[in-house]
Structures are given as C-alpha cells and as structure tokens.
C-alpha cells in the first residue's frame, strides 16, 4: 500500500505543515486565506480544523504587514510559515523578505536568527498578466542569507519542506500553480530531504551520456519529457533536478558534466544574471576543461510575461526548446 | 493638567434612494435631472448585461479570468459622473467598468484586457483612465501622484482612484492618504466597500466599523454612502470632486455595497458565503431600485424595459464582435514594449525569433538556421 501510495503536490506539501505542526509546537501559518477558506489554493485544507485559529491565521491583505510579524515570531523563537498567494505579491513585502529576515542574524553578531519559511505560487500561472506571473527565484537568490528551494514533484515537495520548516534561516519555497494538482508517489513514512542535493532524475552517475540537462521547479518536467523524446533518437541525457538553488549543488552538475560533456541550464526566469547565468558562470570557473562545447541556457524570453495564451506558451521555456538546445551542443542543429 | 479630549469625530452616512425607489426629496435637490437618471439607468443596465456576457464566454473559454462588477454599478455610475470627463483622471483597480466606459474607454478594450491582450490597457488618446491595476492598492499612489502633479502645474483637475475595502489593508493605502492629505492634492479616495475581499468578510480585514473613519486619522473630510444608491454616490462625489478642484484638497469616500457575483470567474462564492446575505443584497440591488424609481415618478415602464433589454444585448454583442474581431497577437509581438526604443538585442532576438536562450521551439520555428542565428561566435 504504502509503497504506491500516490498524492498530490498540495496533498504533500499540506502534510508536510501538518506533520511538523503536530510534532512542533511553535510552529504556525499565516497568509491571506489561509484559515477559513482552506487556502486560496486548497493547500491548507482542513488544517485550520485541526490547528485551531490561533495557528492557522487567516490575515488582511496586508503581505508587508505579516512578512514582518512573522519575522519577529522567528526572532522570538517561533517556527512561522507564511503564505503568499503568489510570490508576485511578496513584491510588496520587498523590505521585510530581503532586507529584514536574510540579515538580521548577520546584523545582530549572530543573536537573533530567523527561522521563517516564506511559501507560495512562483512562476506563470496561466494567462494572469505580468504583474502577477512573477518567477522571483533569479531576484531573491541574488540575496545572501536566504535559502531557496523550488521542487519538481510531490515527493520532493514534502521532504524539502519540512527539512525548510526545521532550518534555523529564512526559507522562500517556491511552488507552481501549475503544479498543485499533479499527482506522484509519497510514502506515508517520515522522510526529510537535504538542502543542496540534487538528483539526477534521467541517467546515471557511471553512465556516460550526450549532455547534461540541469533545472529546477517545474521545467524539471519539460526536460523529463525532452530526454524522453531525445532518447527515441538515441541521444542520451543526464537530467539533474537542483531542488534548492541555494544551497546550489554544483558538485553534482560537475560530476555529471564529466560523464557528458555538455550542459544545458534550463530555467523559468528571465536570462540576464538568472540561476542559469549562476550555473553556467560556476561551471566555467570549476570545469571549463570538461566542456565539448559552450554552456546554453533556456530561459524564459527577456521580456514581461505576456498576458495571451499563446504568447505566454511561446515565451516559456517548454520541450521543443530544450531539444533545440541539446542539439545544438550536440552540432545536430 | 486635567485629561482632556483633544480630538473628536464621527462620520455620516447617506442615503437619498432606499430600497423601495422611494426618494428623499429634500437630499436629492440640485443632484441629477431625470435625463441624466435615466441615461445612467440605461449605461447602468448595458454594463451589467456586459457583465453576463463577460461571464458566460470565459465559461465557454472566450475569456480569461474576469472579475465581475454586478451589483456595484450604481457605485461606478455615481462617481464616474460626478468626475469631469476628459478633465479628471481615473486611477482603477478593476471593478469599475461603467466608471471607465463614462470617462470615454470603450468596452471592447476592457473585454480585451481579460481576454489576455495588453492592448486592452492602451488607453484611447483623450482619455483620462490609467490601466487596470492588479497588484492591489499600489494604484492608489498615483492617483496622489497624478493629483499632486495637478496642484503643482495649478490645473484644476482632479485624480479620482478606486480600490476595494480589502486594498485599504495595505501599506501603500496609508501612504498614498497621508501623502495626499500633508500635500492637499486634490483627489478623491472612493472606496468600494462590498463586503467581501476574495472569501474574506469586512469583520475580519479590518477592525474599524467603517471604512470611512481611515480617512478621519488623515484629516480627510470623509463620509460613508449607500452604494447601491446613484443619487448618494453621486451627491458625495461631485461634493468631493467639487471641494478638491476649489483646492479644497483631498477626500474619502465609503461606497457601502455588494458584491453580488463570484470574486472573479476563477471563484466560487457559494462556498464561503451565506446564501441569506445574498438574497438579502439582491433585494438592494441598485438597478433594480432605479427602475423602481423611475416607474413609480411614470417615466419608465415594462414595455420601455424591454426595449432597453434588447438594446443593451445588441450593444453587448457589438462589442463582443469588435473585442474577438482584433487580430490576435503574433509571437514576436512579445517584444513588444519591452522598452520605448527596442534594443538592438531585442530587436535581433525579435527579427530572428532566436532569443539569447535558444528562443522559440526549433518545431515552430521550422528549424530555420538554429546553428548560426543564436551565438555570433557559436562554436558549432
Ligand atoms: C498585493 C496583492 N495581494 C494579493 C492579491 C490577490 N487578490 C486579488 S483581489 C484580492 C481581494 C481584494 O479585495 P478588495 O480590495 O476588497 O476588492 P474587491 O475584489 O472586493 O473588489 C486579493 C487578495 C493581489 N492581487 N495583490
Ligand atoms: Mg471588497
């Protein structure tokens, strides 16, 4: 039973909370929707029935306001999470996410630390417009002192999040809209699942392969798919799923690249100075002698996020780009 | 010293139309003439056939997610009439659609925007209406903004900004007041207070019992009406946009209404919400209260209403045709305004559809030159 048993990306990352909030006391919630409505998303479903009020917190839509609370509850010992509906609207909590949490243990000689979990949708979500499709991850990882983590699947979503509920630093974990309702194996067993591992998703360590697919989130899924594809005409991928950006494994993406040769960095951010510019700028500076050919990245397209179906597809990155690129490390293109 | 009060206050509430049609003659003088009642009822009536139309074809995936205004027309129509179209400027969230259409935004631009087209936020030349703003409460600073601006430049022109009862929970609600009021720009605050922020109830946003006090900590003069009443709205508003355009400064108002449809069509307000509490709001329905009025003062009747109800489906279907009839975007539209001067970066990756990442799907590219196009110095 236990073995197959399949839920979904909310379902685990609900568990997640739940199990930690049981275990930890200190724990609480809060965000817009939260409580009552069980999430704006249904992530928080049934825990306010659970938890009671006191630790499942609806709050006014005031995102500045309960980042900044709930940076206070951590510098006092409390274990928060807090809720953004979307990572877009943690833009107006700009000073307390970036300015506050990641520097307070920094500025106070290492008195006050911050153990604060920041959650929410990250990425486009399907047809909202610019302002609210925000990918923050490219913004936010350019901060010392916070840590990122973005998983792929439900597995990963509930073992990086509760290890995030349990670290002593500010955490922003980032999900996807897109992702809540995708279904995958999650044992009922406690597990957690360390920062700064990736896993390699397609190939193996001892394998050889053509190139070395690295991402993170939810494109992780389109380079499945790509590898998929690719491996029907007999080219062969390695696909590293990061997990966190930062801690940023760049240990695995060497040991990979040393069995290929070849790197493509795929990421939902925009290009300029993105994850993928990280990946790439660290890969030259460790490994440059292991490359058959120059880094590439798929990035989304360097422009807002078009509010049009159509447009929004063709501006993210998606499969067909990936085996462009791959091909074209490859000299097939 | 004995203690001693220092400071007092309280805040009116008005109310000209009730629920049964039934004016108060005495409040409603020099407000609106029965031309301009009945215009407003037919625009009023036009918008939320708008509304149903909007409603029905994201259902049948026309649309995009759309936020609808039913019930909150009187609202829209009563301050979008009291401020000058042409003159004054209009700062919207995004549940004002009647407002904007006065001010001279033709519906099939609004229809445009939730249809997932920018060019739906392209404002027509001559017309006074910034783009519908989704991060709530940030639009409320430029509303100050743009009236400070009118201040300084001594036009007497006035910025009028909408936003909910849950937008005043932010931060930027109490800088762009207080900004307002130190700087006396001239702007009115109109709040839309219809009970309820995506599932959650005024009670619980806010502390206060009304919206209208906020203004009070501001030295706003600020009063609290009837929403679903055109002649309150409109008595306060043109009182509001009157006293900012003398230099009188800026001022609040507390539209008291309802929301009688979902949040937006990605919502379910079934779920959260007291069926009774919606019953009870459909009864102060402000559409429903005009043609009360009306028919009661012998100017309106069944017969005149159906021929209004044609109307407004024709007019609806009209903009209907010209929102879908605009030739859909082309993907390397997406460059678009990147910049006021596309970089030459932009422009390469645009002309070429090869971004610096790769770009477009080599599939729907027809794997045209993909070696040579992306990388001046490629390697391959
Ligand atoms: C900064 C920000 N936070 C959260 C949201 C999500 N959101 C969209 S509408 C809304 C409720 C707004 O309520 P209110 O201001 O009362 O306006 P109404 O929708 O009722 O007209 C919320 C929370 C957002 N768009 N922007
Ligand atoms: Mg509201």
């Known amino acids: 039973m236990t073995a197959t048993r399949e839920i979904q990306f909310r379902e685990a990352l609900r568990e997640a909370m739940s199990e930690e909030m049981r275990r930890d006391e200190r724990i609480f919630l809060i965000g817009e929707e939260v409580a009552q409505y069980n999430g704006a998303y249904k992530v928080s479903q049934g825990m306010l029935d659970e938890f009671g009020p006191k630790r499942i917190i609806d709050s006014p839509i005031s995102e500045n306001g309960f980042a900044g609370m709930g940076i206070a509850a951590a510098m006092y010992g409390l274990r928060p999470i807090v809720e953004f509906m979307s990572w877009s609207f943690s833009l107006v909590a700009a000073d307390q996410i970036l300015n506050n949490a990641p520097k307070m243990l920094y500025m106070s000689g290492g008195q006050w630390g911050c153990p604060i979990v920041f959650r929410g949708n990250d990425g486009a979500g399907g047809q909202l417009g610019s302002t609210h499709s925000w990918c923050v991850e490219g913004l936010y990882s350019n901060v010392p002192g916070v840590k990122i983590v973005i998983p792929s699947n439900p597995y990963d979503a509930k073992g990086l999040l509760k290890t995030a509920i349990r670290d002593d630093d500010p955490v922003f974990f980032l999900e996807s809209e897109r992702m809540l309702g995708d279904k995958g194996h999650v044992p009922e067993e406690e597990y957690t699942i360390p920062f700064g591992q990736a896993e390699l998703r397609r190939g193996s360590w001892d394998q050889p392969a053509d190139c070395t697919l690295v991402s993170f989130g939810r494109p992780v899924n389109f380079c499945l798919d790509a590898a998929d594809e690719l491996l029907k005409e007999g080219i062969t991928c390695h696909v590293l799923d990061m997990r966190t950006i930062r801690p940023l494994d760049m240990e695995s993406v060497v040991r990979s690249l040393k069995q290929t040769g070849r790197l493509v960095v795929v990421d939902q951010c925009w290009p300029f100075a993105s994850v993928a510019s990280e990946v790439i700028t660290q890969t030259c500076e460790r490994a440059f002698d292991y490359l058959d050919h120059q880094p590439l990245r798929v990035n989304s397209d360097d422009v807002p996020t078009p509010y049009a179906k159509a447009l929004e597809a063709a501006y993210l990155p998606n499969k067909g780009k990936i085996i462009g690129a791959v091909k074209k490390t490859m000299g097939l293109l | ?380």
């Open chain 2, 1 to 380: 010293m004995p203690i001693k009060t220092v400071y007092k206050a309280q805040v009116e509430y008005m109310q000209i139309l009730d629920e049964n049609g039934k004016l108060d003659e005495k409040l409603a003088k020099d407000t609106l003439t029965d031309e301009e009642v009945l215009s407003l009822y037919e625009q009023m009536t036009v918008c939320r056939q708008l509304d149903e139309v909007a409603f029905r074809l994201q259902r049948s995936g026309r649309m995009g997610t759309y936020p609808q205004n039913k019930g909150q027309e009187a609202a829209a129509a009563g301050m979008g009439f009291a401020a000058k179209k042409g003159v004054d400027w209009l700062v919207p969230c995004y549940r004002e659609n009647l407002a904007l259409n006065m001010h001279g935004l033709p519906y099939h631009y609004v229809l445009l925007h939730w249809m997932g087209d920018e060019r739906g936020n392209k404002i027509p030349e001559g017309v006074y209406v910034n783009p519908i703003a989704i991060p709530i409460g940030t639009q409320m600073l430029h509303a100050t903004g743009i009236a400070w601006a009118f201040k300084l430049r001594k036009e007497p022109r006035v910025a009028v900004t909408f936003f909910g009862d849950g937008a005043t929970s932010e931060g930027d609600f109490h800088e762009a007041m207080n900004f307002a009021s130190v700087m006396q720009a001239p702007v009115v605050f109109f709040c839309q207070n219809n009970q309820w922020a995506i599932s959650v109830p005024r009670e619980i946003q806010m502390n206060s019992e009304t919206v209208a006090q906020k203004a009070i900590a501001y030295g706003m003069p600020t009063i609290q009406v009837d929403g679903n009443d055109l002649f309150a709205v409109y008595k306060a508003a043109k009182e509001a946009v009157e006293r900012a355009r003398a230099g009188g400064g800026p001022s609040f108002i507390e539209a008291v209404t309802y929301r009688l449809g979902d949040h937006t069509t990605a919502d379910d307000a079934r779920r959260y919400r007291d069926p009774q509490e919606l019953e009870a709001w459909m009864g102060r329905d402000p559409i429903l209260r005009l043609r009360k009025y009306l028919t009661g003062k012998g100017v309106w009747d069944d017969a005149k209403q159906a021929k209004l109800e044609e109307r407004a489906k024709t007019i609806v279907q009209e903009i209907v045709k010209t929102a879908e009839g605009i030739e859909k975007p082309t993907t390397d539209d997406i460059f678009d305004f990147t910049y006021a001067t596309l970089p030459a970066e932009l422009e390469r990756q645009k002309s070429t559809m090869r971004t610096s990442s790769l770009g477009q799907d080599p599939a729907q590219a027809g794997l045209r030159d993909m070696g040579t196009a992306t990388h001046g110095h490629s390697a391959t």
